[in-house]
């Protein structure tokens, strides 16, 4: 027994000896710890003063490029250091789902922007409360909605059903709350499907919403997606039952926007002519149509037709169609009242019918092109689950559809035919018409492909990318720049992304074609060397880009190229513009500095601010040229991020054949004096 406890004493002390010795160890190693934190700090100290410096230096300007490219690097190098947290569940955050559509608004409704393209967030959240009152009259519940867009307030009432008054603020709060997952209340819905009041919710400074359902009504009002108040029981005065909504969308997220008239009363009118029997009333102004997409196709062209507009109207599609003297087609297609610009299935579906009614018809073998060159139609098909590419739902994605809409389109369109044989015999007269243009066209393709490749295989002023829409979601955000000159071009060439930016170089001034046949491309170089980069010479569905920016000097060249640009794409290669693909790049026009800030300005307004705001011994460059501007600056303008993109809109087909002959036709005494009366008295003497 002593023995063993001789033996523990022992090893105690040899325990305790140890701890000392790992004691003195670890106080060396946190002595040594403590010197290299000191050094740390010191050296993230140095590194921070150097940064600084850099940041400093980059903001004064610099002749070498080489150098600017450096100091970026060098900044890249000073930003890796920076220390990065724990990943753990500390980490871990958990959103709300309003919180949620605020943080990640592109998810829910695509863009934001300012109220000046169509597409921009405020029309999105506008059409999300008005499809629900879409929805109510398609079930057969209220024929009448009003609209008033004030401002930046909007109101919407319906004469539907009302939302049950005890689930009404679950209904415009919890995301996937909702009857349209039932195809006993809802069977072809329009909106979101359980997102869309809820976005619209969460996106305002101010959303009310009121519902009536016998003589009992349910209020809630929220803030940036917060409750503040609900209120239920008993009116004091009889209304009919229906939905009340009012929202102000919020300028924390949208900044500065206002709504253009132009599109809410387009998207009024396609309600209508998607709804025959419905009436809208937006701003005391009412929208009805009784024959529906006759009616919008009618609009559209008017006078323009080779043969009237035919139309069919089925219990899950309805269509209309007609044929101009335009080339290539254009389509407005939709989806249970969602315009579909990137068409989808139920467009290819149609499309192909066409062609198959059409030959079999006339006992023929002619070709798709020939078919459907000049064709323009409008198309609505009603599918109880559609699946949609995108949240927007810009393409329908269904696949089991394809065969009913053929079957139906074949029947509707043969009977038509059958019943209206002079306007079958007008479009046999354009179809063989499309034939004969093709063949004289082909014997000029060819003269035209030989000549190119004589001077060179490649496509001698493209500056091609890695990456274009047939590589799908990895081309999705091709771009292809028409920048002018040599001096331009190399701006861009080097400010670019190659994996998914283009360059081409235009040498001047392009051919005016406005009135000109479809050959004179081929016998114009640089237009026919245009059309092969961008991959449209067979169909424009080749298209190679999914954006065309137009990119050139703002000056009198500059927007006189612009217009002959527009005025090739407008004549020839329509659907372009019409499909949304078409841009133009607006870039500064002043640079205001000091020696601690750089401010872009687009307008005199923004240039007088910045002086304003960074005093009397500020710099200010008037930008006149693409290539007068460093490359190293330019990259921020063609940063998908920053830059500034205007999209080339029409507000009516048949307004594009009139406003290019008055601006780019033979009318030049017309011009002058229009000119003269409307421009000159702007013009400082």
């Not at 610099?62 to 990943?87: I, Q």
């Not at 009432?157 to 195809?183: F, H, M, W």
Request: proline share 2%; glycine share 8%; charged share 30%.
């Amino acid at each position: 027994m002593g023995g063993i406890k001789e033996k523990k004493t022992a090893a105690a002390s040899d325990k305790k000896a140890a701890s000392k010795s790992t004691k003195k160890v670890a106080e060396k190693k946190s002595v040594v710890k403590e010197s290299k934190t000191k050094k740390a700090d010191e050296k993230k100290t140095a590194e921070k003063k150097a940064t600084k410096k850099i940041v400093a230096e980059k903001q004064v300007p610099t002749k070498s490029v080489k150098k600017d490219d450096v100091v970026v690097s060098e900044k890249k190098l000073a930003t890796k250091k920076v220390p990065v947290k724990d990943y753990d569940e500390s980490q871990i955050v958990h959103l709300d789902s309003l919180e949620h559509i605020r943080l990640r608004s592109g998810m829910y409704i695509g863009r934001l922007g300012d109220g000046s393209n169509q597409n921009d967030g405020i029309y999105v959240l506008l059409k999300e409360v008005v499809d629900n009152a879409v929805d109510e009259f398609i079930m057969g519940f209220g024929n009448v909605i009003d609209v008033v867009v004030d401002g930046g307030t909007v109101k919407v009432r319906d004469y539907g059903r009302g939302i049950p008054l005890g689930k009404v603020v679950e209904c415009v709060s919890q995301i996937n709350t909702g009857a349209k997952y039932n195809d006993d209340v809802f069977q072809f819905s329009v909106g979101m499907n359980g997102v869309g009041t809820k976005a619209v919710n969460a996106l305002s400074s101010y959303f009310r919403v009121v519902s009536v359902r016998k003589g009992e009504y349910c209020q809630a009002i929220f803030e940036k997606g917060k409750l503040k108040e609900e209120k239920t029981g008993k009116l004091e005065k009889r209304q009919p039952d229906g939905t009340y909504f009012e929202f102000t969308p919020d300028e924390e997220v949208f900044g500065k926007y206002s709504f253009n008239m132009e599109f809410v009363e387009k998207r009024m009118w396609n309600y209508a002519y998607l709804n025959s029997g419905l009436k809208i009333r937006l701003n005391g102004q009412e929208f009805q149509s009784e024959n529906g997409l006759f009616d919008l196709l009618n609009r559209e062209i008017e006078n323009d037709c080779l043969y009237p507009i035919g139309s069919y109207q089925g219990d899950r599609i309805k269509f209309a169609f007609t044929h101009t003297n335009s080339y290539g087609e254009n389509y407005f297609s939709f989806v249970n009242g969602q315009y579909t610009a990137d068409g989808g299935t139920h467009l290819n579906a149609f499309r192909e019918a066409f062609v198959r009614t059409v030959n079999d018809f006339y006992s023929s073998n002619y070709r798709a092109e020939d078919i459907r060159d000049g064709m323009t139609a409008a198309l609505l098909v009603k599918v109880k689950d559609p699946v949609f590419e995108s949240q927007t739902k810009n393409k329908l994605g269904n696949t089991d559809i394809r065969q009913w809409i053929m079957t139906e389109v074949q029947s509707g369109l043969t009977d038509w035919l059958h019943r209206n044989s002079e306007a079958a015999r007008k479009l046999k007269e354009k179809i063989e018409a499309n034939e004969k243009l093709r063949t004289e066209l082909n014997a000029v393709k060819k003269e035209a492909r030989e000549a190119a490749k004589k001077i060179s295989i490649r496509i001698k002023k493209l500056k091609d990318c890695k990456f274009h829409v047939q590589d799908g979601t990895k081309g999705e955000n091709s771009m292809i720049f028409i920048t002018e000159g040599d001096s331009a071009s190399g701006t861009m060439t080097h400010s670019r992304d190659a994996n998914y930016q283009a360059i081409f170089s235009l040498r001047g001034k392009p051919q005016n074609m406005c009135g000109k046949k479809q050959s004179e491309i081929y016998k114009n170089d640089e237009l026919y060397q245009l059309m092969m980069a961008l991959g449209i010479e067979t169909d424009v569905e080749n298209l190679r880009y999914s954006k065309i920016v137009i990119a050139t000097d703002a000056d009198n060249d500059g927007y006189h190229i612009r217009n002959l640009v527009m005025t090739f794409f407008l004549g020839f290669f329509e659907e372009l513009v019409t499909s949304g693909r078409v841009f133009i790049l607006e870039t500064p026009l002043f640079r205001v500095r000091n020696k601690k800030e750089n401010i872009y300005c687009y307008t005199e307004e923004e240039r007088d601010k910045a002086q304003a705001k960074l005093g009397r011994g500020c710099e200010t460059t008037r930008f006149k040229g693409l290539g007068e501007i460093n490359p190293s600056e330019f990259r921020q303008f063609i940063d998908p991020k920053t830059m500034h993109l205007t999209p080339v809109e029409i507000s009516q087909l048949k307004a594009v054949p009139k406003i290019l002959s008055f601006y780019m036709g033979n009318n030049t005494p017309e011009r002058r004096e229009f000119i003269e009366k409307h421009l000159l008295q702007d013009i400082d003497a």
